[in-house]
């Protein structure tokens, strides 16, 4: 009897709620159409250390609505180098791996793009908080982070009130303002700072002013960690020049990467998980899955990291109108 189609599963670079709903649906989708699935631990540092273990329907019970990754991840040096490609394939080969499910962010595409230059079948998954991957509306776990931080900016905004202060809070995002720009269209921000749009402090404790002789209670900024101002900065300039609030400042920091996935996210990773394999079972390969419209569609894994994704700036001005 011929050997079973063996697929690798892993996910790298930061972790992101839905992972593990992504995992599932591709461990299931792919045992349902007669493949062996095999999980690979710690991201590309577990594909080149060989950790590999086969994975059954009842393997990846109960993690559906968990948050982070079951399978673990990394950022891989080595694996960014070409000697640690050939060596990551050589250990693939060895196990009997004929194609890889890569779910991770920008950093993790291009490892995925690589190895398919090598002739490895590889289908990408885009999951990453930041939604800075070119090729998908949204990634997994982009929607479960922007509800985290609502949450957190919707009790802030209680007490900011209460006591009538500005508060500073800061959002990642890495080098992408999507994250900030949409929290701040949802939590009604007074002034939102952003990568793309470069802003002065100054600037900042100018529309903080504006918002209190308007009458405001309280003002919300957010700064998303890539804006080039530290959040410390921010605050000590509105301070200085006294425009009415005083300020308090929190950095939500890594509680926006974890978290049960909202359901939006588990049937997004869900719908991903298994499109992924359909892919491989009709024998398409060097792809993303990415949500077009309404449908999960294949993007070439070379357009995905040849294009930078750039936020709306309508959803950032529209932040400033609504936020009058
Ligand atoms: O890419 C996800 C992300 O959470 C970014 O928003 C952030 O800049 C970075 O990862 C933090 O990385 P680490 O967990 O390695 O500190």
């Not at 939604?131 to 949204?138: E, F, L, P, R, Y």
């Not at 994250?179 to 701040?184: D, I, R």
């Amino acid at each position: 009897m011929a050997d079973k189609f063996k697929v690798g599963v892993l996910t790298s670079g930061g972790d992101a709620p839905g992972m593990n709903a992504a995992i599932r649906a591709v461990v299931r989708t792919g045992l349902t159409n007669n493949m062996e699935v095999v999980g690979i631990q710690n991201g590309f540092e577990g594909l080149l250390n060989g950790e590999f273990r086969s994975l059954g329907l009842r393997d990846v019970g109960g993690i559906l609505q968990r948050g982070g990754t079951v399978l673990l991840t990394s950022r891989s040096k080595r694996f960014m180098e070409p000697s640690g490609q050939r060596n990551a394939i050589r250990k693939m080969n060895e196990a009997g791996i004929d194609a890889l499910v890569i779910i991770g962010g920008e950093g993790s595409m291009n490892g995925a793009y690589a190895l398919s230059q090598q002739g490895v079948k590889v289908i990408g998954i885009p999951g990453s908080i930041d939604n800075d991957i070119w090729g998908t509306n949204i990634a997994i776990g982009t929607d479960t982070a922007m509800n985290t931080i609502m949450e957190a900016v919707d009790k802030l905004r209680d007490t900011a009130s209460s006591h009538q202060r500005a508060f500073l809070i800061e959002t990642m995002g890495r080098n992408s303002g999507y994250l900030a720009v949409m929290t701040a269209i949802v939590c009604g921000a007074e002034v939102t700072l952003i990568p793309e749009v470069p802003t002065t402090a100054e600037e900042v404790a100018l529309a903080v002013e504006q918002a209190y002789k308007r009458g405001k209670t309280h003002a919300i900024i957010i700064n998303a960690e890539g804006s080039g101002i530290r959040t410390t900065d921010l605050a000590a300039k509105i301070d200085e020049m006294d425009v009415g609030f005083k300020t308090r400042m929190t950095i939500l920091g890594h509680i926006q990467r974890g978290g049960s996935p909202t359901a939006y996210d588990r049937l997004l990773a869900s719908r991903m998980g298994v499109k992924a394999v359909e892919a491989l079972v009709e024998g398409t390969h060097g792809v993303m899955t990415g949500l077009k419209g309404k449908g999960v569609d294949f993007i070439p894994l070379l357009d995905v990291i040849s294009n930078k994704r750039k936020v709306n700036m309508e959803y950032y001005h529209m932040a400033k109108v609504l936020a009058r």
